[in-house]
């Protein structure tokens, strides 16, 4: 028989389902390239990994409300990484033990027994929050119809310390040591810890690694994965960790460790050390997730972080759903003069979006002047590649602004060498008052050129400056009008050498 409760969440799911695909995707903030829920509330990515064709984004959900509670694993598929189908919700809250944030494998030895070699199963592994007592433990779910159904495991939990936090699995396939490597956030000591399985049901702890660089915060949502450093002919691992509050902007943020793995320590690279590395400098960029098996050409992986920030995600004024992820990208290492970086570009899929294309010829912005193209309205819905000589300016930069006088700002400072965010004008701001305004960033431009590349939708700017090598992420709330450009150059004049617009198509 099957349960009330049960019955009415089956109900509760496919009505969901039906919202989702009857949902116009027009409403005001509503990202037109972001993933972002129909309805209610989301959090972090979990589980992303690619089956059979499909590309899997799990992700923090409440099915019940626009902010967060009763959390459960939302689901989409994408087959090109760009467009995305909402599915119906895989892991429901159950049993007083919510569904927290976690990874996905595609187990095709069949360690688990859950499937067969010829029909592997998929298997989530996730933290179980129970809402009865203080307690975190790490559970296993599994589907063996490509992510359509999942049946939780009847030996959960897999792995209990008796934690009251203790969470956030992501588990890879080891190759060298050919086994499953699980790390895990113990959030309040500013650690994570390793553990190692032959089979993802039984867990024997490895090592931990912590506390180091960043410990303003919490630790969460920990992401270990092994990528060729551009520019020399070895591989390096990148152990990212979340951080809330304490980030580079004010609250959450993300940090990242450079080192070697070697299926038991995580060894940090002396050069990396004593020092904290953002993996991206916005306010707007948490819990950042990898996809399991996916590298690009490169070696590269895909990652997708949460687009919003706990210190106001909750009260952001959007309806009905709650939050978007960014665009995905890829994610790699680079070796620069003084040290080993994270680059971060946008995946190349994303170019089939492109559709009214405008290229500028050089030009010069005399000083104290400011440039504005002829007959340029945007609705913001576009990507932008801009690169600019700063010469002897000592400020320059670009406004975008709206007939309500709504204005982003992004300015170059020469005499700090620093790129300026400013959203204290940009829309709505006082829906919580530690929606920080300005936000600056380091950016050395490479032999005098600064490198902007853009993406811009509805609400959200991301920002790769010089080639990936800085990122910054940032929610935005103005009015749906078109937005006018203007470039300034302030104390000298500039040059601006490259200027593309590409208006994006939607996803959805
Ligand atoms: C990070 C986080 C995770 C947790 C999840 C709960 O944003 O706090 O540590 O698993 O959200 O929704």
């Keep these: 028989m099957i349960k009330k409760t049960a019955l009415l969440l089956i109900l509760f799911g496919i009505s969901t389902c039906l919202v989702a695909q ?3 995707y027009k409403e005001q903030y ?7 829920p129909a309805i209610n509330w989301m959090n972090d990515p979990n589980g992303m990994v690619y089956y059979d064709g499909e590309y899997h984004l799990f992700y923090q959900y409440n099915p019940f409300g626009d902010k967060w509670g009763h959390m459960s694993w939302g689901h989409a598929v994408s087959t090109d990484l760009v467009h995305w189908e909402h599915l119906p919700v895989a892991l429901y809250e159950e049993n007083n033990v919510m569904i927290f944030s976690g990874s996905a494998v595609v187990d095709h030895q069949n360690t688990t027994g859950f499937g067969t070699i010829d029909n592997p199963p998929m298997v989530a592994i996730y933290t179980g929050h129970h809402t009865d007592q203080k307690r975190q433990d790490q559970r296993l779910a599994y589907s063996l119809d ?16 008796q934690m009251a936090d203790f969470r956030d699995p992501k588990v890879i396939w080891h190759e060298e040591s050919e086994q499953w490597i699980m790390v895990l956030a113990i959030p309040l000591e500013f650690k994570v810890a390793f553990y190692g399985s032959d089979d993802l049901k039984n867990w024997n702890k490895l090592s931990e690694f912590g506390p180091s660089g960043a410990v303003g915060g919490i630790w969460e949502c920990p992401l270990l994965f092994e990528v060729p450093v551009d520019g020399t002919d070895e591989t390096k691992w990148v152990l990212q960790v979340d951080l809330n509050p304490g980030g580079p902007a004010g609250g959450s943020g993300s940090q990242y460790f450079v080192g070697d793995f070697d299926g038991i320590t995580f060894v940090q690279d002396p050069t990396s050390a004593g020092r904290t590395l953002w993996a991206d400098h916005g306010p707007d960029f948490y819990a950042v997730h990898s996809f399991e098996n996916v590298t690009t050409d490169d070696g590269n992986h895909i990652w997708m972080a949460w687009m919003n920030n706990w210190d106001y995600a909750q009260d952001i004024p959007t309806s009905p759903w709650r939050s978007s992820m960014t665009i995905p990208r890829e994610v790699g290492l680079k070796q620069y003069a003084d040290g ?14 492109r559709s009214a294309h405008r290229v500028f010829s050089p030009f010069t912005i005399s000083k104290n002047d400011r440039w504005k193209p002829d007959e340029w309205r945007q609705s913001l819905s576009f990507e932008m590649i801009i690169e600019l000589d700063v010469n002897e300016a000592t400020e320059t930069g670009l406004t975008f602004k709206n007939s309500s ?13 620093e790129l300026q965010f400013d959203r204290s004008d940009s829309g709505e701001t006082d829906f919580n008052e530690k929606f920080s305004k300005r936000h600056s960033v380091s950016v050395i431009p490479e032999n005098g050129s600064l490198k902007l590349h853009l993406f811009i939708d509805a609400s959200s700017i991301e920002i790769f400056a010089n080639e990936g090598r800085i990122s910054i992420t940032e929610r935005v709330f103005p009015e749906a009008k078109p937005f006018d450009l203007s470039i300034f150059s302030k104390g000298g004049e500039s040059m601006v050498t490259r200027l593309e617009v590409w208006n994006l198509a939607s996803i959805w």
């Design 22 to 24: 009857d949902a116009t």
């Design 30 to 36: 509503r990202p037109q390239f972001h993933f972002s």
């Design 146 to 161: 490509k992510g359509r159904t999942w049946k939780k495991y009847e030996g959960n939990p897999v792995l209990d310390e």
């Design 340 to 353: 080993i970086y994270l680059t971060q570009q946008p995946i190349k899929e994303l170019r089939k979006l």
């Design 405 to 417: 006088g709504e204005e982003i700002q992004i300015t170059y400072l020469s005499a700090t060498k």
